[in-house]
């Protein structure tokens, strides 16, 4: 589970190599926001075996959290598109938890953060993740985003 804002250029990149890659993606949520292009996912071949299930896409930047299913299309076509698998590609180590892409985004808008109490950067961040697509922007340095 994931919840992914203002990607720039590709929310989920694939291996895009000659070398077999394995990716399962799950009950993720791409939001995008004044950065993102409508590219949620791309840069794939056919040597990435990609799983996909129960993801949701955002891309139309209207201040509302009204995403869609993503669909196999979405990842691709031809030479651009990966193999898409029928089953998971990727066995955890451990047992995980997997929540609905609504529900992973409830999660991090009540509980991400770098500590145990949000601070300025975590509030701020929440704060253009909610906006759904109207505020936020890709820093390049700290002085943009207030500081150290």
């Not at 949701?56 to 651009?80: I, Y």
């Not at 701020?124 to 909610?130: A, H, M, Q, S, Y």
């Given at each position: 589970?994931?919840?992914?804002?203002?990607?720039?250029?590709?929310?989920?990149?694939?291996?895009?190599?000659?070398?077999?890659?394995?990716?399962?993606?799950?009950?993720?949520?791409?939001?995008?926001?004044?950065?993102?292009?409508?590219?949620?996912?791309?840069?794939?071949?056919?040597?990435?075996?990609?799983?996909?299930?129960?993801?949701?896409?955002?891309?139309?930047?209207?201040?509302?959290?009204?995403?869609?299913?993503?669909?196999?299309?979405d990842f691709g076509s031809g030479e651009n598109a990966p193999t898409l698998m029928t089953n998971l590609t990727?066995?955890?180590?451990?047992?995980?938890?997997?929540?609905?892409?609504?529900?992973?985004?409830?999660?991090?808008?009540?509980?991400?953060?770098?500590?145990?109490?949000?601070?300025?950067?975590?509030?701020r961040l929440i704060d253009e993740v909610k906006s759904f697509g109207t505020r936020g922007k890709i820093s390049?340095?700290?002085?943009?985003?207030?500081?150290?």
């Amino acid at each position: 589970n994931n919840v992914v804002y203002n990607w720039g250029v590709c929310g989920l990149v694939g291996g895009h190599s000659a070398a077999d890659h394995f990716l399962d993606a799950i009950g993720n949520y791409f939001i995008a926001g004044p950065n993102s292009n409508s590219r949620f996912v791309g840069e794939f071949t056919a040597t990435d075996h990609v799983f996909q299930k129960d993801n949701f896409a955002d891309v139309d930047k209207d201040g509302q959290l009204n995403g869609r299913p993503v669909v196999a299309e979405d990842f691709g076509s031809g030479e651009n598109a990966p193999t898409l698998m029928t089953n998971l590609t990727v066995a955890p180590p451990i047992s995980a938890t997997i929540e609905s892409a609504q529900a992973a985004f409830s999660n991090v808008i009540a509980q991400a953060g770098c500590s145990l109490h949000r601070d300025s950067v975590d509030a701020r961040l929440i704060d253009e993740v909610k906006s759904f697509g109207t505020r936020g922007k890709i820093s390049h340095d700290e002085a943009e985003a207030g500081g150290l």
